[in-house]
């Protein structure tokens, strides 16, 4: 099915094999916000790396798996299968950086990274910035041979577990004077500050805080491109994490899915199983046929990126696969919580966690909302025809 090569069947069954061993670990991490012990923890991001499923987004040369979009969903659509993040020890270092790094950035941080050594933190929103980054408040400043930064940002993921973030500021002063730029910090660095750290919907031993950055001097090597580049980069970061979005959420659908298929085969009421009650089969025969489509869409996205479409089409696409997806999620979700009746509202439930889990896939890497602008501008300037 789907028109696999071998080697893409291959990535597959190392993924799922990956999955299939952490599911087991999932009930213990939600009892336990989130947390497995440390030791295990580095085994499953060991058994990760031994499968070849580290930094599979990274290029060969650099020591990365060098995998095709399509293999990397492939990939993601695995490891969304797992609750409670476990599967994030597949790690996914920051694609979009490498190719404009500088040769002191490839050795500090994004060689390391891929070897496992070093994790990034994106450090972008803000209280009054989220889906508009325009608004942006905090700043940067020449200061002698580097920057000042200064500001406060939120919903820092990995910040607990990151040695280095990426700043988003504007500049204050100089020739970019009100432009954006991207910098790179070390953490810990004095004046770096959590602020607080929120409870979320999700039981994740990653938090999300709000940090504080105050007058934490960068030298001007840690500048990422040219001042004035600030976002630009972000958009190809953003047309990947949208596409894997879209990859794990149809894990998550698959997951479900396949469970309450097997829990309705089982579960009798009245002497029959209730695959046989027709309201019941409505919900399994949704479940399938939207997973379905969401695949087929997002497969074809991915497709569509290895042959070198046009950006723009790319973008528009990889949109529409994270709405679509995102939304299918989140209904299978609530469809599968239905369907195992009061089991599904426990939390050891794996349908009570993914109802949690599945609904900031609508929110992060911008929001339904934001994806529907996003195809719409599309459509007026090029053509409904032209993206689909
Ligand atoms: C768990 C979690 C982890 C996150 N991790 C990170 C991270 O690591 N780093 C980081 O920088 N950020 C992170 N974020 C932030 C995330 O990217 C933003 O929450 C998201 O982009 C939405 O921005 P916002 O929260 O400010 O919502 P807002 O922009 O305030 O949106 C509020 C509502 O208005 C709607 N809206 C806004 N603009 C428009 C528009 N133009 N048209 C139509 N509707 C609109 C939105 O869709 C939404 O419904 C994370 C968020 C969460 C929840």
Known sequence: MYGLSEADLDIQDRARTFADELIPFEITAEMNGGELPKDVTAGHAARARELGLAATNMPKELGGGGCTSLQQVLVHEQVGRVTNALAWSATTPPSWFAPVATPFQLERFVRPAIRGEREECYAITEEGAGSDLAAIEATARRDGDGYLLNGEKWHVTSYNTADFAFFEAKLDGG?????HAMFLVDLPSPGVRVVRTPAYSHTFSIHHPIVAFSNVWVPATYLVGAEGDGMTFAYEWFRFERLMVAARCLGAADRLT???????????????????????????????????????????TARGIDAGIDVKVQHAQCSMAKLFASEMAGRVADRAVQVFGGRGYMRENVAERFSREVRVERIWEGTSQIQRAIIADQMVKRTPGALA
Do not use: K, N
């Not at 020739?175 to 432009?179: A, I, M, S």
């Not at 469970?259 to 019941?280: D, H, K, N």
């Not at 089969?281 to 997002?298: G, H, I, Y």
């Open 175 to 179: 020739d970019h004077d009100g432009e």
């Open 258 to 300: 396949t469970e309450i298929t097997a829990f309705a085969i089982q579960r009798r009421v009245g002497g029959r199983p209730i695959s046989e009650l027709g309201q019941i089969q409505a919900m399994l025969a949704d479940c399938l046929t939207e997973l379905f489509a969401a695949r087929s869409l997002t497969y074809e």
